[in-house]
């Protein structure tokens, strides 16, 4: 990525990739590989992952504010989204659980990261509620069993979902940031 991908008002560009891609191959920047797990086991990969993002911003090290390139969130920004990507998960897993092929409701995350001020936010703060997130939505996936993986929901985009690949996606996201912040 460029320096081209910094827009006027110092925001990252907006990430416009369809990830989908993920659950049949793995990921070319981290290696994630969504189909070389278990999936009774995403619950222990969020929370391990949680742990990870914890230790890093409550290490009390400046630098988790600082952006490592102007084109990549800082590690707190990305510490933020991923706490806003368990509570958004954990909604649409509770609508698919609750209801029939539901059409999850739109989230834009580039226009949360600038109305929510990610890179403001108190680090420590950040880290205890991205523990709780996580948590909440990995305590989800644990009690999912039986014919309720294959439960469906679908994103706006036409993006179509099982439980269990939903579950596969998920649990992409936060390990694939704790990729981007690992090489500062």
Request: net charge negative; charged share 30%.
């Amino acid at each position: 990525m460029s320096d081209d991908r910094v827009l006027a008002d110092n925001s990252v560009a907006p990430d416009d990739k369809d990830w989908t891609w993920v659950l049949t191959r793995p990921c070319d920047e981290c290696g994630f590989d969504a189909r070389s797990f278990d999936v009774g086991d995403v619950g222990a990969m969020i929370r391990a992952n949680a742990d990870r993002w914890h230790g890093l911003l409550v290490s009390g090290a400046p630098s988790v504010t600082d952006r490592a390139r102007p084109d990549r969130w800082s590690t707190l920004e990305y510490a933020a989204h991923v706490r806003d990507v368990h509570r958004l998960y954990e909604r649409r897993l509770r609508l698919m659980l609750d209801s029939d092929d539901p059409l999850f409701p739109n989230w834009d995350q580039n226009s949360t990261a600038i109305s929510e001020r990610y890179g403001e936010q108190d680090p420590a703060r950040v880290a205890e509620e991205l523990l709780v997130a996580a948590s909440v939505v990995a305590t989800s996936f644990d009690s999912v069993s039986g014919v309720d993986w294959q439960r469906p929901g679908r994103r706006s985009d036409g993006a179509s979902f099982t439980v269990e690949s939903f579950a596969r996606y998920m649990v992409h996201d936060p390990i694939h940031h704790m990729w981007d912040v690992a090489g500062r």
